[in-house]
């Protein structure tokens, strides 16, 4: 469910190509070093990130 915050920053981008997120944003998406980002371009634009939701393998029964 989309949170409804409204929150604007910047960042700068390094050398390396890096950006640091802001610490709201790693609050409100409990995200940790290592956590993966989704980045989505769309038509418009705008680039649209998401912390990244790893899905549980789905378990098999045999019947």
Partial sequence: ????LNYRARATLTSK???TLPVVLRRLWDL???DEIDFTLQDDGRVVLRKHM???PQQTSDS
């Fill in 1 to 4: 469910m989309p949170h409804k």
């Fill in 54 to 56: 790893k899905l549980l």
């Fill in 32 to 34: 940790d070093a290592g």
């Fill in 17 to 19: 190509g890096q950006v």
